[in-house]
């Protein structure tokens, strides 16, 4: 972003948290205050050279297609985007430039196996996608701007949702048109994934990563029982992602995990759709799948390693003191990376 709310004057940042007020028009203001707002939107694009989407991120609330519904209401004819674009590199504004994609193919299989499960896409202008997440886990904000940050400049801001009052991290990202293979849908890339191993196993690495868990429990005889879980509300993506998992050799069974019409215990939410879960049980088929699959997200890593450390005939408390201590360590890790979500939004909408 070019201006940060800190480089506002007392006058521009009055005008800013006046577009963020829900519900605001320009329809009934008076002209000596849609001149000031005229002003202060021709400051931040032309003389900043900020793009619309600069604007909307740092207005917070507002997307790129509201701001220039605002330009056109007050008058203002904002440039195009290519050209802010492109002005903004020449002169160094920005920190990034977008770069084509360049990874490999068992990276291409990743990213899609990760926007199946978690990533939204969308193409808000010719030639670029905007590809965006939200999150409370700080692994999965690390993940994002691992896999992004070398293709263009990832931007994060804190959200409140009012259905379950919490915070959560919004980030989002726009990339060039190199990234369209996201737009793909699995019948797209059956053959594909099918025609080596390696391909499967990454898209299931990133499906994982974005829509599963590792879990470790005590079986009824005192024993461990590991599991890997792959979730969602997409019954036909579930049997299609249980197809490549016994493609692999590997077992895996699925279940209905939560009822359309119930409520989640944490916030009370309706489920609206049925939610499945797919899993694969035991040590010997957990270990050897989880052995073929290359995950990113650090906390999966880290239930991951755990679970190969489990030997046969191994007793559930001998590692039980461990598991409690990782899933302690990461919700304490969620915690904090949410109270700093909740902190900053209030900082950013909470007049004082």
Known sequence: MLVHQGELDDDQQSLLNL?????????YMGDTKKEELRRFLFFLQVEKGMSLNDVAVLVGNKTSGYNSWLYRQLGIRYRPFEEARLKGIRDKRRKY????????????????????????VSKPWKNVLRVSTSTTHPAMANLFRSLFEPYGHVYQHPRYKKDTKSYEWNLLTILDESFEFLFLKTDDIEGWLASDPRLTSAYLSGFLDAEGSITIAGSVD???LPSVCYNNSNLDLLKWV???IESLGFKACSCLNKKKGTRTKKYGILMRKDYWQLSIYGRV????????????HEEKQQRLELVLTIVRGERYSTISADSRALVGEIKARVREFVKKAELEYLTKHISK
């Open 19 to 27: 577009i963020r007020t829900k519900g605001f028009s320009v329809k």
């Open 97 to 120: 430039e977008r770069k084509p994609f360049d990874g490999t193919d068992e990276d291409r299989a990743y990213l899609l196996g990760l926007r199946h499960g978690d990533l939204s």
């Open 222 to 224: 005192g024993y461990i």
């Open 242 to 244: 249980q197809s490549a």
């Open 285 to 296: 088929n957990g270990q050897s799948f989880l052995r073929t699959l290359c995950l990113r």
